[in-house]
């Protein structure tokens, strides 16, 4: 966070992004969006104006450089804004330069400057207007060869559009996603705040980001802010959209659905809780999953079940080899499951569902399980992001939540980032591991920490039948269960490999 004087800000409306902008863009300034193509420059241009008017009663006037009047009304109203409805109001109006820019005979010496604000100045006094959004400078300047002569046209621009007391958006385009210099190498010198939007696609990952480069003399979050792009909401931005202020913290317990796990929990989880459950192929995380949805089955309670790579069907099947009967939990009401891949959709998209699932079903409890799966979707930062913004909704609603991963997903070990960071984020961490023996693969669990409640520290025994899963007593002779295999204590007659821990570190020593 950057540092200065109190400005008056202008809200955008734009979810989430107020947030990072700390109350908004600077008021009767303008602001540079730059970024690459379909990144969203026009859509925070276009949301800027529509927000003004829907939610602050600000009228709001277009400069269209890059495309026409009818085209952005049809683009529009993808998202719900009835722009020809608002123009007929008397609270949006266009200014159409497309044509202007479309001529061929368009150079320095002909293109007139002052003319087009003069229109500009007409249009902003004509519907009153407090916010002026101008797609795209790039159509200005397109044919200006001279950087000198692009700088002294910008200065111009931004002091006529300072002198009608509006806030301005003005979108421009860059060559390189993470290049700090853009096309001209002169727009981002010249205004006095400048956002870059991304569009990256690294490692077969792609991931839209939201920078705050400078809000020169006043305050704004730094970083890069992920965001998504929602047929009904328009632009969000992750996680900061969903992070609002909780002054209650519930102190009523429920149950994970195995007794066993409750009482090394300290008499079940806080019901604001989010869990972490971590552990290998076939430990048993989706039974714990199908077993804590079952605990709200019997309480007569909600529970929204997300799991990836798996369909509803499999999950069904291995559901009924416990003796649970997921048709008649869904049948009940109480019960909603969404299953599938993460190569589907991605993981913005996939917090989007979640959330309006939500809002829509209104369960007491939320599982989502595989959140390791969602890598190959995502950069580990994006999953963060997905975790901390998730976070956010369910604890302003009080949803028990519990998420499974594996404990070497998005290519780590357990208490290296992104995992250790994640785990920073929820109430309470359970671990599942195999223990190997000279004869035999048993499981064990362990608490790692419940907030604000004592807990078991033992490492017990664990064993699944048709009736589920039991915890047992204390492993015995077992230490790092924190790893992905846990093993005995050093066997006197020779060294064990603490990076391996197998059967073949118990065979004879040689000679």
Request: charged fraction near 25%; hydrophobic fraction near 40%; proline fraction near 5%.
């Amino acid at each position: 966070m950057t540092g200065g004087a109190a400005i008056e800000r202008t809200p955008t409306g734009i979810s989430g992004f107020d947030e990072v902008a700390i109350g908004g863009l600077p008021a009767g300034r303008s602001t540079l969006v730059t970024g690459t193509t379909g990144s969203g420059k026009t859509l925070f241009a276009l949301e800027f104006l529509a927000r003004g008017i829907m939610r602050f009663g600000e009228p709001g006037v277009f400069l269209a450089f890059d495309e026409t009047p009818a085209d952005i009304r049809r683009n529009a109203g993808s998202l719900g804004f009835d722009i020809a409805r608002w123009e007929a109001e008397g609270k949006w109006m266009f200014v159409d330069a497309s044509a202007d820019t479309g001529e061929e005979t368009l150079t320095v010496g002909t293109y007139d400057l002052g003319a087009l604000m003069a229109r500009v100045d007409r249009a902003v006094r004509e519907v009153g207007a407090k916010r002026l959004s101008l797609d795209s400078l790039g159509a200005v300047f397109v044919r200006f060869h001279d950087r000198e002569l692009i700088r002294h046209e910008l200065h111009r621009l931004a002091r006529v559009l300072d002198s009608l007391d509006v806030t301005s958006v003005l979108t421009t385009e860059r060559d390189d996603e993470y290049d700090h210099v853009s096309r001209y190498g002169v727009e981002e010198f010249v205004m006095d705040n400048v956002l870059i939007m991304r569009n990256v696609m690294r490692s077969e990952r792609r991931r839209r980001t939201i920078e705050i480069v400078k809000f020169r003399g006043t305050t704004h979050r730094t970083g890069e802010w992920l965001f998504t792009i929602d047929p009904k909401d328009g632009l969000v931005i992750i996680p900061l959209a969903f992070l609002a202020p909780r002054e209650h913290a519930s102190r009523e317990r429920v149950s994970t659905g195995n007794l066993e796990l409750d009482a090394m929990v300290g008499g079940g989880i806080f019901r604001d809780a989010v869990v972490l459950l971590t552990g290998p192929l076939g430990a048993g995380k989706t039974l714990s999953a199908l077993q804590f949805a079952d605990a709200a089955f019997r309480a007569g309670e909600r529970c929204l079940f997300h799991i990836f790579d798996e369909t509803r069907e499999q999950l069904s099947r291995d559901a009924a080899g416990w003796g649970l009967d997921l048709d008649v939990m869904e049948a009940s009401g109480l019960l909603q499951v969404a299953a599938g891949y993460p190569e589907v959709a991605s993981v913005e998209e996939y917090f989007l569902r979640i959330s309006s699932g939500i809002t829509d079903f209104a369960p007491a409890r939320l599982v989502v399980d595989g959140l390791s799966a969602l890598e190959r979707r995502a950069t580990p930062r994006t999953l963060l992001d997905f975790v901390i913004a998730l976070g956010g909704v369910v604890r302003q609603h009080e949803i028990t939540t519990l998420f499974t991963c594996a404990p070497t997903g998005m290519g780590m070990s357990m208490f290296t980032a992104p995992i250790t960071e994640i785990a920073s984020l929820t109430d309470v961490t359970i671990v599942l591991r195999y223990i190997e023996g000279a004869a035999a693969v048993q499981r064990a669990i362990t608490v790692l920490q419940t907030r604000g409640s004592a807990h078991d520290h033992a490492i017990r025994q664990v064993s699944i039948d048709s009736a589920g899963m039991h915890i047992g007593g204390p492993c015995p002779d077992v230490f790092r269960v924190l790893s992905d295999t846990a093993v005995p204590p050093p066997d006197p007659r020779g060294p064990i490999d603490p990076d391996r821990g197998t059967a073949e570190d118990w065979t004879e020593p040689p000679g």
